[in-house]
């Protein structure tokens, strides 16, 4: 008799798709009670998308691929899961990365890739929104006064050498650093 595995390669690719909603509640966990993310970094900086969305009026929309600036083919020849992506923005609004429901494998490292990076935006720093609450946390510890609201949160820091910079791996470990002020 045949392993299942020697017949069907990719079984592992027929077994039940995480849903989005499953998805979004194991996201949220992670980011925030994993990570100590504040709930306002979280809801302002992170938006939950499938790769296909289709409105109301039945218009169909690739957030997925749009944010990655990857190439969407409709009529690929291989049939692939449902994917889910948290997108971490950036405070223009923009996509800085993603964390992907099925991370795809770097073939060169045989490892998971465990965030994606936009196509052609190469290294930069993330610099989300940093809501009213944390600029006044940070204000307070640093003893300056409270950016106003409505301007960018970065371009306020500029002016203030006085609070340190602070260099992370990555996205969340600078959402949580921002939760703690």
């Known amino acids: 008799m045949k392993n299942l595995s020697s017949v069907l390669p990719s079984a592992q690719n027929l077994l039940p798709v995480e849903s989005l909603s499953e998805f979004a509640s194991r996201i949220e966990r992670e980011f925030l009670t994993d990570s100590a993310i504040a709930v306002s970094l979280y809801t302002d900086n992170i938006r939950i998308v499938s790769d296909i969305e289709i409105s109301a009026g039945g218009d169909v929309s690739t957030p997925i691929h749009d944010a990655l600036n990857w190439k969407y083919t409709r009529f690929g020849h291989q049939a692939k899961p449902t994917l889910h992506a948290a997108i971490f923005l950036n405070e223009d609004g ?67 050498p006085e609070i340190p910079i602070i260099i992370t791996e990555g996205g969340k470990k600078s959402l949580c650093l921002l939760s703690q002020g």
């Open 94 to 160: 923009s996509p800085w990365q993603g964390k992907l429901s099925r991370p795809r494998t770097d073939a060169q490292k045989d490892k998971e890739q465990k965030y994606e990076t936009p196509i052609g935006n190469g290294s930069r720093a993330y610099l989300p929104t940093v809501n009213r609450e944390n600029r006044r946390s940070i204000a307070n510890r640093y003893g300056v006064e409270v950016p106003p609201p409505g301007e960018s949160f970065w371009d306020w820091l500029e002016l203030h």
